[in-house]
């Protein structure tokens, strides 16, 4: 069935460096969502893209979805300690239209 | 709206024992997931339901565990016999409409001793 796959698994960074994580699929999707999991906690929801090319901006965070629809980026500014948890991409899976299915994920850790 | 609730938070079982996940979706949202969670395979969909009816239950690992949602209110992921390799972290999520922003619960650790 239709997967995402998520680089990199792991990043650490220094507070004030930026991070990017990268989605992608061997088919088109018809949007992607991206989920933020502090550590303990439960996944929540950031942002979904649509369009072919979109990109969508939130304080720090920017959400690129690929030309294809095939790939997307979410890219973080300045870490802040705040940022720390596993953000993860999830797409629409196989011919179930409804199915979300949720990429490995990048663990991010930011060192003050 | 008090959000998705999942009951009980933690579970601890005897291997072999029967365990009842329970699920309280969001009023309104037609659809429901039951997902799982460890460090080795991440974020694995079991099954989701469109309007109580199970659409695809192919992530569900064997016949051991069962699905239900008898009500639009209500689901149950049971597993029986448990077995220590299904220790995890069980989510429920529902969400509107297809492919639309999912609510996720708090969990369910479990623990198969």
């Known amino acids: 069935g239709q997967q995402v796959m998520q680089i990199p698994q792991y990043q650490h960074v220094q507070e004030g460096e930026d991070f990017t994580t990268y989605c992608n699929s061997s088919?088109?999707?018809?949007?992607i969502q991206w989920y933020k999991q502090r550590p303990g906690g439960h996944p929540v929801f950031l942002i979904q893209l649509v369009k072919s090319g979109e990109v969508k901006k939130q304080k720090r965070l920017t959400f690129q979805f690929g030309e294809a629809k095939k790939n997307s980026s979410l890219h973080i500014t300045a870490t802040q300690t705040t940022d720390v948890g596993t953000y993860f991409c999830a797409g629409p899976g196989g011919t179930s239209y409804g199915k979300l299915t949720f990429g490995q994920g990048t663990i991010l850790t930011v060192h003050p | 709206d008090a959000g998705v609730i999942q009951s009980p938070r933690h579970e601890v079982t005897e291997m072999g024992q029967e365990v009842t996940l329970r699920c309280k979706p969001i009023s309104g949202h037609d659809y429901l997931f039951w997902y799982r969670q460890t460090m080795m395979r991440g974020l694995e969909l079991l099954i989701y339901?469109?309007?109580?009816?199970?659409?695809?239950d192919s992530g569900m690992p064997e016949d051991r565990f069962s699905a239900k949602m008898p009500n639009a209110s209500f689901s149950t992921l049971k597993i029986q016999p448990s077995e220590p390799r299904d220790s995890a972290v069980y989510f429920c999520?529902?969400?509107?409409?297809?492919?639309?922003?999912?609510?996720f619960g708090q969990g369910t650790r479990l623990t198969v001793v």
């Open positions: 999520a529902s969400s509107l409409y297809e492919n639309t922003e999912a609510f």
């Open positions: 088919t088109t999707l018809s949007n």
């Open positions: 339901f469109n309007n109580n009816v199970p659409i695809d």
